[in-house]
């Protein structure tokens, strides 16, 4: 089969009514290498960046509540910082460039979508820009999940 690992997508493909940042920017840990009071960060299997996670809510209307936010990891050699928050606007708008897929069984039985982006940035208007990372770019990237039908889940 031609298609093997994480599928290129567009950022419009995974959030067509955008999406928000509704938590903070945090490690995640290693469970494997972590012991006791020692924390050791996750680090990605390919590339051996940081892995960070920030909450985002979906503003797709269709998705059920429960389904809305969800945890994006982010690959970085730094903490990512989210976008300035916009006046008059209760959540920070925030998008992703460089996106993949990577559909997977998650615990429950159910197919789920682990969504990774190279990029987390301030939403634009200009043209899209290209839906796979250029060859020798390194930078972040972004988990999502979603249940058979497509929607979110949490």
């Not at 916009?86 to 969504?115: C, K, Q």
Request: hydrophobic share 40%.
């Amino acid at each position: 089969m031609a298609l093997q690992g994480p599928i290129p997508v567009t950022f419009d493909m995974v959030f067509p009514h955008g999406c928000y940042v509704v938590g903070e920017v945090e490690a995640v840990k290693d469970f494997d290498a972590s012991t006791g009071g020692r924390f050791v960060q996750s680090r990605d299997k390919n590339s051996g960046e940081l892995i960070w996670q920030v909450a985002v809510m979906d503003a797709d209307p269709t998705v059920k509540p429960a389904q809305k936010t969800v945890a994006v990891k982010i690959l970085a050699p730094v903490q990512p910082v989210p976008p300035a928050p916009m006046p008059g606007l209760p959540f920070t708008p925030v998008e992703f460039d460089h996106i993949t897929v990577t559909p997977y069984v998650n615990g429950n039985g159910r197919l789920a979508y682990s969504i990774k982006a190279r990029e987390m940035r301030a939403p634009h208007t200009g043209p899209a820009l290209p839906a796979t990372p250029p060859p020798t770019s390194t930078s972040s990237t972004s988990t999502k999940h979603a249940n058979a039908s497509g929607k979110d889940a949490a």
